[in-house]
């Protein structure tokens, strides 16, 4: 006979790598949730905040009672950047800019979320979290063999985690694609733009105005990064495809 206690029939294993960490790179008004892309060692660590309430009846024994919640967040992460203008990815950019000389008060803030992000089966919908956070970072490759180069973060929480709706809906879809916004405005050959919508896995052409991106990188399902091609300034509909066919065209207004 087994001593082993069995599991529920149909639970697997979870993995270390099945976390998702996302910054806001828009406004909280307009929130436009970037990815943070190649990470690792991603630790959330949730903090008591507790105060004293021991009495006579605790014989001596301690008694703390929780008021709140502080949160952290330490990660690594590649870093990754862009031959064409020598700049890191959005999301690296974000983080990096709040820890610039002059980023104090509100400036040194981002906006965060986290949440269970699976490699197969339903997500779980009670873990994600939103909150935002101060940033420290620090290069963690520093030899010189040419190790890649990755920088080790800590986000800590400035107020409460908030929890949310889990927001990844697993890998695979063949719902239509949708656009919801192209940001920033106004960028020109070559630039760098953020596509965000649903169901945009497995994109197999990003179009402007009719010309096809040659440089798109699909980050998730809600997610695309996608170079300008060449072309006239102005109107310059986008329209994602996927193997469930185009998304309806969305607005968006470039420079040459």
Known sequence: MSTQ??????????????????????????????????????????????????????????????????????????????VSTGLYLPEIEALLARTEPDATGELATIEVRWYHKPAQGTPNPNDARQGLATVATSRVNTGPAGEIETLSVTLTGKGPAQKITNPFTGWGTTASPTVQSVLPPGEGANELVTITGSNLLGATAVTFGGTAATDFTVVSATTIVASLPAGSAGSAPVVVTTPAGPSPAAAYTRAV
Not at 26 to 31: C, D, I, N, R, V
Not at 50 to 75: C, I, R
């Open 5 to 82: 206690v069995p599991l529920p029939a149909g639970a697997t294993l979870g993995k270390s790598f099945e976390y998702g960490l996302d910054v806001n790179i828009g406004t909280s008004a307009s929130p436009v949730w970037q990815p943070v892309r190649r990470i690792s060692n991603f630790n959330p660590t949730p903090t008591p905040r507790t105060q004293d309430a021991q009495t006579y009846d605790d014989l001596g024994a301690d008694n703390q009672d929780v008021t709140g919640w502080s949160f952290a967040l330490a990660f690594n992460v590649q870093v990754n950047r862009l």
